[in-house]
């Protein structure tokens, strides 16, 4: 494995001096402050606690213990997605995206992390009122980060379910948009998947084709090609996915397909995959009762999913531009 370290993306410009409350505890940047996660609190009133009238993201750092550094992933693109949650909700973008790019660094140098960490940035209607509006509100913004290795287990084989919830339509709610409101969707299919004795739930869309998992985009490898459902199955156009569907040309030549794939189709793949924040790149082995394949990791996901994590951990500089240096 190479230990070269990829050159650092150009600095962003700098962010405003943010006051700063010393403290042991974790810390987190609250309404233009960093102040202790035991400060960044909300009132019960608040509108985005009854109506879900948030956005947020979930974006990854991986410490690289031979390099000892840092590196998080799609940093850039993951706030530009933010910014355009932000106006869907017609949440007032008071910081840019280098702006909030800058603070996420400046958190984690503070942090002083030596290991994975998870980092979420939070967007909401702060209004203490019940009406049922989004002009004209008080807006909020935190950004906190915590330690997380993986999220499932990526090495053995996920046992999924096709969950008897239907995906959010996008005619109902806006999904290009990660709103908070919109994830009892996923809660409600990942809560029965799991009292089921499944790892993860499979949303159909309301005419019944294939949308995404909980939290994550799918892949199938079948009969030679690598699909994944269209924008227009009320996925969320994921940063993972867009990274696997790069590598994939790149690397192997392969031109990912995004078509309708029907349910079916699951229970005769050679290889599922799910992707995401969380997942990263995640072997499904069983759909249903359904074996997958042979029944173990597919050979081509998990020499995937090996070139994903040597890039996303800095060790290969030809995906430089994919992650942000500490």
């Known amino acids: ?19 700063t409350v010393q403290t ?38 991986y410490w690289n213990a031979e390099h000892q550094r840092m590196y998080v992933l799609k940093l850039r693109e993951h706030f530009e997605r933010f910014n355009r949650s932000r ?36 967007a909401f209607k702060a209004q203490r009122t019940i009406k049922l ?50 994830y009892i969707n996923s809660s409600l299919a990942v809560d029965d998947a799991a009292a089921a004795g499944f790892d993860e739930a499979i949303f159909l869309t309301e005419s019944g084709v294939v949308s995404e998992g909980s939290s994550c985009n799918l892949f199938i490898l079948r009969n030679g090609q690598l699909s994944t459902p269209r924008p227009n199955d009320d996925i969320l156009e994921g940063i993972t996915r867009g990274c696997v569907m790069e590598m994939v040309q790149r690397e192997l030549g392969m031109t990912v397909v995004e078509r309708a794939i029907d349910r079916t ?44 994590l040597r890039a996303v951990r800095g060790d290969d500089p030809a995906y430089a531009s994919w992650v942000t240096a500490l």
């Open 24 to 61: 042991s505890e974790g810390l987190a940047y609250f309404n233009g402050a960093i102040v202790p996660m035991s400060a960044a609190n909300v009132n019960v009133a608040t509108h985005g606690l009854h109506y879900g009238t948030g956005c947020f993201e979930g974006i990854r750092g």
């Open 87 to 122: 106006h869907i909700l017609r949440i007032k973008e008071q910081e840019s995206v280098d702006q909030l790019s800058q603070i996420t660094l400046d958190l984690l140098r503070r942090m002083q992390y030596h290991e994975d960490v998870y980092i979420r940035p939070l």
């Open 265 to 308: 189709e699951l229970y005769d793949a050679d290889e599922i995959f799910l992707t995401g924040t969380g997942v990263q790149i995640s072997p499904v082995t069983k759909v249903d009762n359904c074996v997958v394949g042979t029944g173990n990791p597919g050979s081509f996901t998990m020499e995937l999913q090996r070139r994903y």
């Open 133 to 182: 509006t989004l002009s004209a509100l008080e807006d909020g913004i935190t950004i906190y980060t915590f330690a997380m290795g993986n999220y499932v287990d990526i090495s053995h084989g996920l046992h999924v379910c096709i969950s008897p919830w239907r995906r959010v339509s996008g005619n109902a709610v806006p999904v290009r948009a990660k709103t908070t409101g919109a």
């Open 1 to 19: 494995m190479s230990s070269s370290v990829p050159a650092e993306r150009p600095q962003a410009p700098s962010a405003p001096v943010i006051p």
